[in-house]
């Protein structure tokens, strides 16, 4: 699938007051907008048209635009995030979203769902339950899935404390390719793929994205980047250094169709 469009938004001026459980410490705004315009020039230039979305000071983790909703060519899915405090950012979301997807369906109390835990492998979807996306949610979305003739599997990582979401530690690398972490890698529901291992200390970069021809990856884990141009990706390296801080990673920066 290639993608044409992008869903995005920078971070607003609270960005340092979202949740946040690296430990790395509070992020440098002005680092985080530049990292941010960046990443958005990357997309353009792999053809992709963005819809920018205005940043709200309100809705601190907003920049992570990922989480509220999942995007396929069949259709989308506004999500019900896990985290309270995250749940005004559907709203807007939304708005766009339904410019391009009128018939939008939504994720229903007590379902909950992040983006974050939910990885597309072509026609197959990995759906973690994670702290973030609940059981009925993981069905929910399992449902509307099937409807869209998409096939899904549900992997729990509540075992998995270094993981926030599946996608901390699972990538799609194209066809029957993943990038996963340590813990994930030798899953029983990976069973059937070919998985590809993040080298040991660098697993921060199993959050990758795949892009139509490039492989964005953060920049800063050269075992990874030479593991994956060896495999024949053209690796684009990003800078994510202020996002990391607060838990966020490549994939978590845009909803892309
Ligand atoms: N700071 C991103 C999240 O925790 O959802």
Redesign the pocket.
Known sequence: MRFTHAIVRPPPTTFAT???RSGLGPPDLGLALEQHDAYCRILERLGLSLVRLASDPELP?ST?VE?AAIVTSAGAILTRPG?GS?AGEVATLGAALRLSFPELEEITAPGTV?GGDVCQAGEHFFIGVSERTNSEGAAQLARWLARLRFSSSVVDIRAMPRL?HLKTGLSWLGRRRLLAAGEVVDHEVLRGWESVRVPDGEGYAANCVRVNDALLLAEGFPGTGAMLAGLGYEVVPVAMSEFRK???GLSCLSVRW
């Open positions: 979202g949740i946040s983790d992570f989480d985290a995250r992040d926030l607060m838990d966020g």
